[in-house]
């Protein structure tokens, strides 16, 4: 790698441990350069604009995450309710409380019409619904809906319980009940 390269991937890597550590907050090309140890104009040559600094900093993080997930499931297909309760289970560990913390802020960012956030919340949710679907064993024309369906249940409860994810704990075990019929 150039030298370029190298610092460019040392950015990322800083910011990426800020933003899971901090949230996006402020994120101003100057708070963003302090965090990386760097000035604002070095940025600029790293990255064309803030917005794609932005967008490299968390497809970094996602692609962490998926790596995780990819690494805890492995390949195996698993039934809906089986799925459920392995994803709940990840959701409410410790360890990813800061992940789903910034995807949960990302987002609301999107729900607000922020054209970045729209754009990566996309890429992302494409990514996991499409991850998702090839571990389900259900029929094909089922996989992706049932995904998007698991996805949006676990979201839900995140959202809906940010200070206590066991108050969600009911809902979930019931929808693992329903599919598992």
Avoid at 75 to 102: S, T, Y
Avoid at 125 to 132: D, E, G, R
Avoid at 167 to 175: F, K, M, T, V
Wanted: proline share 3%; hydrophobic share 50%; glycine share 6%.
């Amino acid at each position: 790698m150039s030298k370029r390269e190298d610092k460019r991937a040392e950015v990322i890597e800083r910011l990426a441990r800020h933003f899971l550590s901090e949230g996006l907050g402020d994120s101003g090309l100057r708070k963003l350069a302090e965090v990386a140890g760097t000035s604002d104009r070095m940025l600029l040559y790293y990255f064309d604009n803030k917005d794609e600094l932005l967008a490299a900093v968390l497809a970094h993080i996602a692609g962490g995450m998926n790596a995780a997930l990819s690494s805890l499931f492995g390949e195996q297909p698993r039934a809906p309710a089986l799925m459920l309760q392995q994803l709940w289970r990840v959701a409410c560990q410790p360890d990813f409380a800061d992940h789903l913390n910034l995807w949960l802020e990302m987002s609301s960012r999107a729900g607000r019409g922020d054209v970045m956030a729209i754009a990566v919340v996309t890429q992302i949710s494409a990514s996991w619904t499409q991850w998702l679907a090839s571990l389900l064993d259900v029929p094909q024309d089922q996989q992706l809906a049932l995904a998007n369906l698991l996805l949006a249940v676990v979201d839900g409860q995140l959202v809906m319980f940010p200070d206590d994810l066991s108050r969600g704990e009911a809902a979930i075990n019931l929808l693992i009940e329903k599919l598992s019929h």
